[in-house]
């Protein structure tokens, strides 16, 4: 074992080599090095991404050093963005850093095209207004707004953080994200209500009928499930049982067939009825992807992903060659069984599975060739990942901050739930407009609540929504929190942002959409799609 | 450089000041008091475990301006820990945890005294964990909690506050965890929990010996029946380097003689180390959400979680906020004794089995007694060896339905009072 697989080990076991090797690939861009920013770095560094840049205008405060570990006593009064590299640079030796001392809109001014090398770009200690402007420039790739053609470019990663006192947030806007890799709990697909010939023919081999006990006690219990599912649906016109009744009955039949209570084959056989009684289908999820206009317009700049997805809808559609049902997966759980005959069943799966592979495979050549993209250039590796997983692919579109500023994307608000603290943060925002600073820094912080609980009252009528819907103490908690950072809060959506952004950048398992909400107060959070 | 004088407290600790110096309309309870301040620069908290969540709390602690802080912890560093335990460079490998750490955190915050103590939990005395205010655990062991859990819930004396320890506790486990304050003797104690735990993960020995079907199966059996075959009395080694080959070798072999695939180094180290995934950014959220419970417990600056937070992270972000209820029948924090039924025909070994397996009492090396005369022991050897025929005897025996069995464990600092009933 190499050591760079020695050092990763416990994260290899959750994303693997091919996770690993993108998260490799990334280049974050972290706009000012505060508390929060510096932790999401740190739990992005500590794994192994590929690069880093910290810009910041900023010189250490005494207030830096309480609330960021990497800023120290040594650092006061120097550059902001130098000594949060340094400091952090030490985590990882295999991890590039950069820093600039300066600000973010004078760096644009100098070279327009600049957040174009990034591949995730967070944001903190911003106001609105540049919050607004980055994130649009992220929405097309980075290149200025003006010029809005961009051509191949891939779409940046945008993420503000902002935490508040015990309460802290992160929004996540990306135009779209698509994964493959979802990590399903359970990718199991046995078919046991349509079996394929070979699996039937595996079935109809046990003798159910034989004298040894230890035998009768090792039929694997697909095959159990698929003789008395047979028996059934001679019966039963060819039917499946559909109804809690006849379920149980069909229970009830595997249960006569029981020999002796260490028959937990059997035992297996009955707690799969439920599950292996509904009828193998398409997700509807799935039939709502494969009918996305991007899988009916494929060009040649089309991701891999739509045009597996668009392979995927043409094989499902070719009823000879799928029955109109996914690639089967080919994974089978561990039950009580022989080990022969479980290998038997295991390479029976499999081998359906590779051949569905090889069906898509020849529907993928066919559409890399008619968009002129070259024989290949989407692996068999890849295509095999895609076919396991085919029933549990996500695709996921944000809200950009635009449309968010403009109407968050909610009707009524629970006012016992986090979101009224999400409705504070904006009044914030409109505070900071009119007086220059955020509600509540400075000594005579109460007098803001008045002025505050106003610019909530404002809001919530521009959106339409009933003005008691924030209490005027939650006001006051936020004036009492004082725009102030806190360790801990900065620490825990550092950890919750950095999740996400390597969740983003392995495109692997699911990212939140699009808003997380932290009340420290209560130790409450929730998501929320504004 | 800046000289240490114009370093004041109100400055560096602006945003926890705040919360410590306003009133508050959500939290009216809450008085601002100076004597909170010194209070938490003062009290002595600590740390058990200074692995991927210890690294995390000890820092959190640190910049939530706790003054005197312990550390505990038995290990020393490895390589796989640099991808998460921060305080930790490659230099450091093989040096002792708590005092690697207790340095750093010296080093970088100013003004905090962190003092590591390089030894077992059990190797400390009730005088001990009395001195501490508070106690933040960030282990991946079932038993070391159990022990601290146990423990302090017997140091509680109900006419005497000074004895009530809360203890918080956190726990990761790849993209998921948990935090929870625990109370002694007033919440629901870790032990009340235990059928929370998924079932200790572990294959009958028949399958591993008769019938492998999976990787796993082929991997047990070259470490549980094979190692001592070929190795006698020497025990495995499963830091080294050369065992765990040994294991994937001889694991493969039996792989190949029976045609299962997907026997690998990795899943080898895996499963005979008991390897659980993990990363700094979860370590960071459960780390950070167990200190920022330590710093309303001690400051009182907000009502204190109560008492259980859930986190996932597999799909979106999710937490779980609820309070867990007290086990009527807990052998630690209850004075009722345990019910349990199991078949009278069944042996005693047998019933040992299911005890070990049992999700809410999961013993590793159990004796028994039942009316103080003891049915099996363990240890001392003599003993156990008089003892052994009872392990393959009916249990109906050994004792009548509906007597009380006291169950022990060397593992375990308190004994199980259980009423079995023979059926
Ligand atoms: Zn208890």
Redesign the interface.
């Known amino acids: ?1 190499d ?1 760079k ?10 994303w693997g080599s091919s996770g690993q090797e993108a998260l490799e690939s990334a280049h974050i861009l972290l706009i000012n090095a505060s508390a929060v920013g510096c ?1 999401i770095l ?2 992005l560094i ?3 991404i590929g690069q880093f840049t910290i810009v910041d205008p900023g010189t250490v ?3 830096d ?5 990497f800023l ?3 650092s ?2 120097k550059q902001r963005a130098e000594r949060a590299y340094e400091l952090l640079g ?4 295999d991890v590039k850093g950069n820093w600039a001392a300066k600000d973010i809109h004078s760096i644009l001014k100098e070279d327009p095209g600049y957040l174009a090398q990034f591949s995730t770009v967070i944001a903190t200690d911003i106001t609105r207004e540049t919050a607004e402007k980055l994130a649009a420039l992220c929405w097309v790739g980075g290149q200025d707004a003006n010029n809005r053609n961009p051509a191949g470019k891939k779409n940046i990663t945008f993420v503000w953080v902002k935490t508040v ?2 309460f802290g947030a992160a929004r996540i806007a990306v135009p779209e994200h698509t994964i493959v890799e ?2 399903p709990d359970n990718v199991a697909d046995l078919r046991i209500d349509t079996p394929f010939p070979e699996l039937s023919a595996f079935a109809q081999s046990f003798d159910f009928d034989t004298e040894d006990s230890l035998e009768f006690g ?1 039929i694997p219990y697909v095959a159990i499930l698929l003789n008395y599912m047979d028996k059934w649906k001679q019966t039963h016109n060819g039917k499946i049982p559909s109804t809690y009744a006849e379920k149980n009955e069909l229970k009830a039949n595997i249960r006569a067939g029981m020999r002796s209570v260490d028959d937990e084959n059997f035992d297996e056989a009955i707690s799969s009825v439920l599950r292996s009684c509904q009828p193998t289908t398409i997700p509807s999820e799935i039939k709502a992807l494969v009918n996305d206009p991007k899988c009916e317009h494929l060009n040649a700049e089309s991701e891999n992903f739509w045009i597996l997805t668009r392979a995927l809808r043409d094989y499902v559609n070719d009823h000879t060659k799928s029955d109109g049902l996914l690639p089967l997966s080919g994974t089978i759980p ?2 009580k ?3 022969d005959s ?2 038997t069943l295991q390479s029976i799966y499999k081998t359906k599975a590779k051949q569905d592979v090889q069906e898509v495979s020849k529907v993928v050549e066919s559409l890399l060739s008619s968009l002129g993209l070259a024989a290949g250039s989407i692996s068999q590796q890849e295509i095999e990942t895609f076919c396991k997983f085919s029933a549990f692919l996500k695709v996921i579109r944000y809200r950009s901050l635009e449309e968010e500023y403009h109407q968050p994307n909610t009707k009524q608000i629970d006012p016992d739930s986090v979101f009224p603290y999400y409705v504070l943060l904006r009044a914030s925002d409109s505070f900071y407009d009119d007086h220059g600073r955020y509600p ?1 820094e400075g000594e005579n ?1 109460e007098d803001d609540v008045d002025q505050l609980h106003a610019n909530v009252g404002t809001l919530l009528q521009s959106w339409g929504i009933a003005n008691d819907a924030v209490s ?3 006001t ?2 936020i004036c ?3 725009n ?6 900065a ?2 959506i ?3 942002v ?3 952004i ?2 983003l950048s392995t495109r692997q ?5 699009n808003t ?1 909400l ?1 009340d ?6 929730a ?1 929320f799609a504004v | ?2 000289d ?1 004088q114009t ?2 407290d109100h ?6 000041y ?2 410590l110096d ?6 009216p309870e809450f008085e601002p008091q100076e004597e909170i301040k010194e209070f938490i620069k003062t009290c002595k908290i600590l740390v058990i475990g200074a692995g991927g969540l210890g690294c ?1 709390i000890l ?2 602690l640190a ?2 301006g706790f003054g005197d802080i312990h550390v505990i912890d038995m290990d020393t560093i490895d ?2 820990n ?3 335990q ?1 305080l930790f ?2 230099a450091d490998v093989g040096k002792p945890k708590a005092v690697t750490a207790a340095a750093f955190v010296n080093k ?3 003004g905090v005294t962190v003092t590591p103590h390089y030894c077992k939990i059990q190797d400390k005395d009730e005088d001990f964990y009395q001195e501490f205010a508070l106690i933040i655990c960030g282990l991946d062991s079932i038993e070391a909690r159990r022990w601290i859990n146990a423990t302090l819930v017997g140091m509680r004396d109900e006419d005497n506050p000074d004895t009530l320890k809360p203890l918080i506790d956190g726990g990761t486990e ?2 998921k965890g948990q ?1 929870r304050v625990i109370l002694p003797g007033i919440t629901s104690c870790y032990e009340c929990s235990m059928d929370m735990l998924s079932k200790p993960t572990g294959f009958p020995l028949c399958t591993i010996a008769n ?4 990787p796993e199966h082929c991997i047990e059996w070259a470490s549980v029946l094979e190692w001592s075959n070929k190795h006698g009395d020497r025990k495995m080694d499963t830091d080294d ?1 050369k065992d765990i080959q040994w294991l994937y070798e001889t694991a493969l072999a039996r792989a190949k003689q ?3 695939q997907g026997v690998t ?2 899943l080898t ?2 499963v005979v180390k008991n ?15 167990c ?3 330590a ?1 309303k417990i001690a400051t009182t600056c ?2 204190n ?1 109560d008492n259980y ?1 859930m986190y996932s ?7 779980y ?1 609820f309070e867990h209820q007290r086990k009527d029948d807990c052998p630690v924090c209850s004075n009722s004794s345990t019910k349990l039924d199991f078949r009278g025909d069944k042996t005693l070994e047998e019933f040992m089995d299911y005890l070990k397996e049992k999700p809410d009492i999961q013993l590793k090396r159990p004796g028994f007694a039942v009316g103080g005369k003891p049915l099996y022991l363990q240890a001392p050897k003599q003993l156990e060896e008089a003892l052994r025929p009872n392990l393959v005897k009916p249990l109906k025996e050994l004792f009548s339905s509906g007597d009380e069995v006291t169950i022990t464990d060397s593992t375990l600092p308190f004994s199980l009072q259980a009423v079995v009933t023979l059926t």
């Open positions: 074992m050591a697989t020695q050092k990763y080990d416990r994260q290899l076991r959750l932790e740190k739990n500590l794994p192994g405060s005494q207030n050093i309480g609330s960021n570990f120290d006593f040594d006061l009064g030490e985590l990882n030796e006192g015990l979802t990590h090792h561990d039950m069984a022989q080990t479980y290998v509540g912080w005027k103490d939650l006051h908690e009492r929190y004082g102030g950072a806190i360790h801990n809060i620490s825990l550092g950890g919750v950095s999740q996400e390597i969740k398992y699911i990212p939140m959409n997380f932290f420290g107060a209560r130790s409450v959070s998501v | 450089m800046v240490t370093i004041t400055e560096r600790w602006a945003g926890v705040k919360l306003r009133t508050s309309r959500i939290h995390e820092k959190n910049l939530s390589v796989s640099l991808n998460r921060f460079r490659r970088r915050v100013q790849g993209f935090a019938t492998p079907r999976l380097p029976y045609n299962i180094y990795s180290q895996g390897i659980i995934p993990a990363i700094a950014a979860t370590n960071a959220i459960v780390a950070a959400s200190c920022n419970e710093l907000a009502k979680l937070m992270g597999n799909d979106s972000v999710y937490t906020t």
